[in-house]
């Protein structure tokens, strides 16, 4: 029997056998040959800290409402992109057929069935650390799209994730100048310095917003928040220039512990813009959405101009993935952002 990746509890990960389901009209089957989390979003859920488990989103109203009763949670999936190839079609399949490599949005398990409109078809020679990528491209793109960065400008960036290290590579190819990156973990920032960042600062070790005032001679024109943390977005605050612009785009939990916006907020007149590139309208609404998004980091992947090299670490077996999750969890200093491999 096949085999998948789940979280059975909160922080309890496990591979466990599943059924194949038979294939029905317009799917297909796909053997499982790379896949990566989502280790922002997808881990809160897993920690039981997002806000979907103490609220109830009204999609509607576009406000989340005390919750009714225990969250809908575990047995829950784990993972967030696969790339695989089809090994079987259903009837009515057009345009897919067996031994066509493709990809989407899917978990870490062996195989998949799933309707096409699900799946993408991986472009020749693009590798699969590159395509697994296009989920944080697309967060990354959006913010800093909305932090409207331009020729000669100065930039933070704080948190290098992978949405973090795709926005210092986008900022750079939007024209800063100069790209300022934070993170508490050495092999982040180390990652950040070798894909064009200027300087990197550990967040743990110095006055960032004292340094970086600095550095820049009053301020940051645009600071991108993608680490999650409320100490990270009060340091982005700090080291915004006067009347600067920062961007908050990480998934926060919980209480604000940490920002305290009487203090530079408040004096140095700071606005703030919320990014998240899939929800619609856009601020760029009607001629940018989030397709369109989606098309444009995607295309930066597959034509080079974002460099993932090294960029998915560690890579493990299936066999090694539960153990490879908590990782990621409890020792982020070890990950990057993690890959998982399949038996041929």
Known sequence: MPRELVAVAL???????????????NQ??????????????????????????????????????????????????????TVGEIVAVGPDVDGFQVGDRVFGHMSIRETHTVQVTRIERAPEGMSPEAIVYWDPAEFAL?????????????VA?????????????????????????IDPLP?????????????????????VGEEIKRATNGGVDVAIEASGAYPALHEAIRCAHLGGL?????????????????????????????SRSISDPNRDHPMWNAERIKEHSFRLLEEGKLNVEGLVHPIVPLEQSAEAY?????APGECIKLGVTYDS
């Not at 922080?11 to 009209?25: A, G, K």
């Not at 986008?170 to 024209?175: D, P, Q, R, T």
């Not at 920062?246 to 813009?273: C, K, Q, S």
């Open 326 to 330: 908590r990782l990621i969890d409890e």
């Open 187 to 207: 092999i982040r920032r180390e990652a950040a310095l070798r894909h064009g960042a200027d300087v990197a600062y550990d967040s743990t070790a110095t006055d």
């Open 11 to 25: 922080r309890q990960p496990v591979i466990r056998e599943y059924e194949e389901p038979p294939l029905e009209p």
């Open 246 to 274: 920062v961007v908050p785009l990480a998934y926060y939990e919980g209480e604000a512990r940490g920002l305290r916006l009487g203090d530079e907020w408040h004096f140095n007149r700071i606005t703030m813009a919320s």
């Open 157 to 181: 960036i704080f948190g290098m994730g992978a949405i973090g290290l795709m926005a210092a590579q986008m900022a750079k190819l939007s024209g800063a100048e100069w790209v300022a990156v």
């Open 142 to 154: 959006g913010a800093v799209r909305d932090a409207n960065i331009r020729l000669g400008e100065r």
């Open 28 to 81: 297909v089957r796909i053997r499982s040959q790379f896949s990566a989390p989502k280790h922002g979003t997808e881990l809160s859920g897993y920690r039981g800290t997002d806000a979907h488990s103490v609220g109830q989103w009204d999609s509607e109203m576009h406000i989340f409402r005390p919750r009714e009763g225990a969250p809908p949670r575990f047995p829950r999936s784990l993972g967030n992109i």
